[in-house]
């Protein structure tokens, strides 16, 4: 398997951010990770990226530890919530930047480049400097850095950050076409979730540092009825991500503002 955990858990003093969580993720798989804040998506996400270990248990990330450095960097594609680029950097030398760092040959990054950015739809913007580019494109650019190696695992933490309606669909059939034309496994940690259950042919839904739930998105829909209760095959039309999410966290239906009559 591209990924794999294994009875893991790590401690931060007296919190148990993380309590014999075991997952693992195949080839040309997606897999949606989703929580409440605390439920220590965070924490899995610096383990798969190598920026700590685990107290107990294991993780394999493209068949190497973390932790490994260069093997790592090259198997593995990183999207942080985050991106920060120098602003007087056009977007093509800041991807010359990461190919180097991330071990693309000299001999093959000037093509690697340029076929990465016309792949996330910046070739005519390849030579601009970023501090030009919308929201909608530094998030692109971002997405190329972790693409630029080819990596065999793609880890998106919060990929629709910071995106209007219409740069949410435009990542969203980004990604889409991505997995299906290749054999990469992604995971896509989200709060949106309607992100998640478009994207994703997996979920894991973490609560206190345990998964909770964990299936498809249609053997989780159909788990669940959009009362909390257990739905039958014929019921799980209407049930949405959302439903799931909240019977396996125990929370409560969000409050209608409608102003429907009793």
């Not at 398997?1 to 075991?22: F, K």
């Not at 991807?95 to 000037?110: C, K, N, Q, Y």
């Not at 478009?198 to 498809?216: I, M, Q, Y």
Request: charged fraction near 25%; glycine fraction near 12%; proline fraction near 5%.
């Amino acid at each position: 398997m591209p990924l794999e955990i294994d009875d893991v858990t790590v401690r931060y003093g007296d919190v148990t951010a993380l309590n014999g969580v075991s997952l693992s993720v195949a080839d040309g798989e997606t897999l949606g990770l989703v929580g409440t804040n605390g439920a220590g998506k965070t924490t899995l996400f610096r383990l798969l990226v190598g920026h700590e270990s685990p107290d107990a248990g294991s993780v394999q990330v493209a068949g190497h530890d973390p932790t490994a450095g260069p093997a790592v960097r090259e198997a593995v594609g990183y999207l942080p919530e985050a991106s920060g680029f120098r602003a007087a950097l056009t977007g093509r030398e800041v991807l010359r930047f990461h190919a180097r760092l991330r071990g693309v040959p000299e001999s093959a990054r000037r093509e690697r480049v340029a076929r990465t950015l016309a792949t996330v739809g910046l070739a005519d913007a390849a030579d601009r400097p970023v501090g030009d580019y919308s929201n909608g494109m530094a998030r692109r650019l971002g997405l190329a850095t972790a693409l630029v190696a080819d990596p065999d695992v793609l880890l998106l933490d919060e990929p629709t950050a910071g995106l209007d309606p219409n740069g949410v669909t435009a990542f969203d059939r980004l990604v889409g076409a991505l997995a299906e034309r290749t054999d990469t496994t992604v995971v896509v940690c989200s709060h949106v979730l309607s992100v998640v259950e478009r994207l994703c042919d997996r979920v894991a839904v973490l609560e206190d540092g345990v998964v909770r739930e964990r299936g498809s998105v249609a053997d989780l829909r159909r788990s669940v009825g959009s009362d909390g209760a257990p739905a039958a095959d014929d019921t799980s039309a209407g049930t949405t991500l959302d439903d799931v999410f909240r019977d396996a966290v125990h929370a409560e239906p969000p409050v209608s503002l409608g102003g429907e009559s009793a």
